[in-house]
């Protein structure tokens, strides 16, 4: 079975299932949608992140769950900063692909860490050629700028994760006789899992996987249009 950062696919799933109508699931989802919708060149999904901490789990599994839903036009690449010459060719992508992108294409950008300039820099020159950016991390303001859709999990989060969360039950079967009508180990889950970085990952990677992630939503298209006449990120 997949596994996803220790959490396999079916737990994940059923994650995503419980924060059904909380802040962190909706963002998640609307963040994954318009990633697909306005990535409409194939292969022009880019994932690009700190040299230090390029995001090789949220490319694998953006890749893992778009190809089981058959949507291979949208499967993302890793931009690497400094691939080794004998790297195989899906981990040879360098520098010089950022070069090369454009409209139609997307760049998601992982900074869990506040981003250094030079990768800032590179982001600059890749919105300037049209390419939709999209980022998870921590707030900055740099960054954000930058951004047409952002995340930030630590906003998203609530400290006093564990009640009045979920809308959702589990089935009959999965319950305990506890007050909250879950079984304690679904609950240790939640509470580890949403951690932040990792689970807002997990979730965008299933959410961009829906059968409606490439149906737009008009008034979200409408904002966006202006929003890119007046030269002002989303």
């Known amino acids: 079975m997949c596994q996803v950062g220790g959490v396999d696919l079916t737990k994940a799933s059923l994650l995503r299932e419980m924060l059904t109508g909380t802040e962190l699931g909706s963002r998640t989802t609307e963040f994954a949608h318009a990633l697909r919708r306005y990535t409409t060149r194939r292969g022009g999904l880019l994932l690009f992140g700190p040299p230090e901490d ?6 694998a599994h953006l890749d893992d769950e778009l190809h089981r839903a058959g949507v291979e036009d949208a499967r993302p690449s890793l931009v690497r900063w400094a691939p080794p010459p004998d790297a195989p060719p899906h981990l040879a992508i360098g520098l010089d692909r950022l070069r090369d992108s454009g409209r ?4 998601l950008v992982v900074a869990e860490e506040n981003p250094a300039a030079t990768l800032l820099e590179r982001i600059h020159d890749v919105r300037r050629r049209g390419t939709t950016i999209f980022s998870i991390d921590n707030g900055n303001q740099d960054l954000a700028s930058l951004s047409h ?3 930030v999990p630590e906003i998203l989060v609530p400290a006093s994760f564990g009640s009045g969360w979920v809308s959702h039950p589990v089935s009959q079967s999965d319950r305990h006789d506890d007050e909250d009508g ?13 951690a932040g970085f990792e689970m807002t990952q997990h979730l965008v990677s299933l959410a961009a996987a829906d059968p409606e992630a490439d149906h737009p939503n008009w008034r979200r298209t409408l904002r966006n249009f202006i929003e890119r006449l ?3 990120p989303g």
Do not use: I, Q
């Open 182 to 194: 879950l079984p304690d180990e679904t609950l240790t889950l939640l509470r580890e899992a949403v």
């Open 149 to 151: 859709e952002t995340l």
């Open 54 to 59: 390029e995001p090789w789990h949220l490319t």
């Open 104 to 107: 139609g294409e997307s760049l």
């Open 230 to 232: 007046s030269g002002e």
